[in-house]
């Protein structure tokens, strides 16, 4: 899910992953830059959705789960169902998932800089700071979300399996919580100050093989385009300018990866990598008065490309029952035009 904007912060991209739809995680600690690239030089976060099972036994599988979600700490109201059937070569599997989060309710016991003591509105024009009369509840936190996954898998040999996966996350808009709490002297610095929907969505198609040959055992081949979409929308107090930033990526990837074992001891994985990255960003102030909008400064350069071509090597042996060793290398050729 990595791209060119990607960054640690207050907008983490993990979000626009749906729970219920998740089969299973997997966290890899320590470098994992040989295989996934110098992004992964810490540690790995794999997210394995659910799959499309064939039928067994002659007979069609059928299944699916339903599940319904409130909390009181926010309010909380998620729907989800998936369902999912299987042939003896064609299977398919649909989820989705509804949530809507009202404002979140902080503890009695939690700390004092938290509190929502007070916040802005804006009546016949005019920003006013009202007084909230619940402090715990964290007025302007709440957002709702959509999550839908559509997969498909054919499997026309018994060692050949191709899975097409289409993903699609949004959300609402969603306030900036840290920022709505600033002061500027005796007044909250922010009138407003909110992402705009956080957009993702994949369409990927994998193509796997098994079989022994002299040169892998195992082998994936996996194309995919993504795009994502963010804003930032900001306000100062009784300003009357608005300010709009607005991100786009689109991100077109290819992979070939292939695994190699002899005499139950060693193992062998190599593959190529290539990462297209095209970023779109714009901005705008507005005058919310007058509702006139002009240019104003992007985040990033508009139309930037930043491209990524990779081949990796890595080679691992089972010493004995208690002691694996592991060597690799990667060669890396990164690209930017950001003029």
Do not use: C
Request: hydrophobic share 35%.
């Amino acid at each position: 899910m990595n791209t060119a904007i990607f960054r640690s912060g207050n907008l983490q991209n993990v979000i626009s992953l749906d729970p219920f739809a998740t089969q299973r995680t997997e966290i890899t600690f320590g470098p994992g830059s040989v295989i996934y690239g110098s992004d992964a030089i810490s540690a790995v976060m794999g997210f394995y959705t659910l799959s499309p099972l064939f039928a067994s036994n002659g007979k069609t599988h059928v299944a699916g789960n339903a599940a319904m979600r409130t909390s009181s700490a926010n309010f909380e109201k998620t729907g989800h169902a998936d369902i999912a059937f299987g042939g003896k070569k064609w299977a398919f599997l649909t989820s989705a998932t509804v949530t809507d989060y009202n404002d979140q309710r902080m503890g009695s016991n939690g700390p004092d800089e938290y509190l929502r003591r007070e916040y802005v509105a804006t009546i016949d024009g005019r920003d006013s700071t009202i007084a909230n009369p619940d402090p715990e509840k964290q007025v302007s936190t709440g957002f709702r979300q959509l999550n839908l996954m559509q997969k498909i898998r054919f499997k026309p040999a018994e060692n050949w399996d191709l899975n097409l996966g289409i993903h699609y996350s949004g959300t609402s808009d969603y306030p900036r919580y840290d920022r709505l709490l600033r002061y500027r002297g005796d007044n909250l610095r922010s009138a407003e100050w909110y992402y705009g929907p956080q957009i993702w969505s994949m369409n990927a198609l994998n193509i796997l093989h098994s079989g022994s040959n002299r040169w892998y055992d195992n082998f994936s081949a996996t194309a995919a385009y993504h795009f994502f979409k963010e804003s930032r929308h900001d306000r100062d107090f009784r300003s009357t300018e608005r300010l709009h930033r607005t991100e786009t990526v689109d991100v077109f990837t290819a992979n070939l990866d292939f695994e190699k074992g002899w005499k139950q001891r060693h193992l062998l994985f190599y593959g190529v990598e290539a990462v297209f990255n095209t970023v779109g960003s714009t901005g705008e102030d507005e005058d919310i008065y007058t509702g006139v909008h002009q240019p104003g400064p992007s985040r990033y350069p508009d139309g930037a490309k930043w491209h990524s071509y990779a081949a990796y090597l890595n080679y691992r042996l089972k010493a004995s029952r208690k002691v694996t060793l592991q060597a690799g290398t990667r060669f890396n050729i990164v690209t930017l035009d950001a003029t």
